[in-house]
């Protein structure tokens, strides 16, 4: 391969991987925010699966932007090819004297005995579910012996444990990427270079003034803050006159708070969608119907353009 290719692939190439990473470990701290427990282990399995791999795909960025000629298989460490985050961070701790911490070491082996014994569990017979449970449990238990999941868990303590494990995939994450970029400087390649508007950006720029975990509530107020603000407004004009004119449906006050907390994590509470649908299914006018769909179609369509404030274009025809 030519030098030109060589630095294309470490610095174009590489560099989707990195927004691809970043997507990735994202997910992962967005689920963790999302859960009440963990009883159910689709929901551990999605939060270590996209911590795993973002992490793993992290690791492999490096080694291949230190690697000489990353097409030469031969030259390559046997690592790349594998899942193991613990040889991949000894490979790179090679590379650099950053190395990563005890705490940190522990969770690349919890994402290394997940992808490679726990991924594919449910197809063998006889590995029982409740494993994975134990799995991430020990992993908390031994960093953080004030987790006491033996007990029910109240919901202030579980906070505690989404905020531990976050800020530690956060922290893991921010460092990785510190290398990549010293490396891409190193190289001159833009490897480092990412979407300022993507989620890849909040978790490799933002977390970097401030923890994944806070990064996380941020999101959280910042809907709560927009939700306040369409409540508190009657104005209209825009999507308020929109919102003014349409018709609410007769929730149950007792559940709204529940709703809202569903949607403030990214979730959309299943008990509403059931009472959405039957609101639906018993409009017997069509026309009805489909006039309602339409206009709600119309609220957060960023390509819909609503009227400006009458006092506002008179003055400008002024």
């Known amino acids: 391969m030519f030098v030109d290719e060589i630095w294309d692939f470490k610095s174009f190439n590489m560099g989707r991987e990195l927004e691809i990473a970043g997507e990735f470990i994202y997910d992962s701290a967005k689920k963790s925010m999302s859960i009440s427990g963990l009883n159910n282990t689709y929901e551990i399995n999605t939060i270590l699966y996209t911590g795993a791999v973002g992490i793993e795909r992290l690791q492999k960025i490096y080694l291949c932007l230190a690697a000489q000629d990353p097409t030469d298989v031969d030259s390559m460490p046997k690592c790349l090819k594998q899942h193991n985050h613990t040889k991949l961070q000894n490979e790179v701790n090679k590379y650099s004297k950053n190395n990563v911490s005890e705490i940190e070491m522990s969770l690349l082996g919890l994402f290394e005995e997940y992808y490679n014994n726990f991924r594919y569990a449910n197809y063998y017979p006889g590995q029982h579910e409740n494993d994975l449970r134990k799995l991430f449990v020990r992993f908390l238990k031994r960093q953080n ?9 109240t919901a202030v303590q579980f906070e505690e444990f989404k905020r531990f494990y976050i800020n530690k995939l956060g922290k893991l994450a921010v460092r990785l990427y510190l290398l990549i970029r010293e490396k891409a400087y190193e190289l001159n390649t ?24 806070e990064q996380m509530v941020l999101e959280q107020n910042a809907t709560k803050e927009l939700l306040l603000y369409i409540y508190k407004n ?34 959309v509470n299943d008990l509403l969608i059931d009472y959405v649908d039957d609101f639906y299914e018993e409009i017997e006018d069509k026309a009805q119907k489909k006039e309602r769909k339409e206009l709600l179609s119309l609220i957060g369509n960023r390509s819909v353009m609503f009227d400006f404030d009458e006092e506002d274009e008179n003055e400008n025809i002024e």
């Open 145 to 153: 012996g004030k987790f006491n999941f033996d007990e029910p868990c």
């Open 190 to 213: 833009y490897t480092y270079e990412i979407d300022s508007i993507s989620r890849a950006s909040r978790v490799f720029w933002t977390t970097q003034r401030k923890t994944l975990y």
């Open 234 to 267: 009657n104005r209209g004009t825009g999507v308020f006159r929109l919102l003014d004119n349409m018709e609410a449906l007769d929730f149950d006050n007792s559940l709204v708070n529940e709703y809202l907390e569903d949607l403030c994590v990214g979730k």
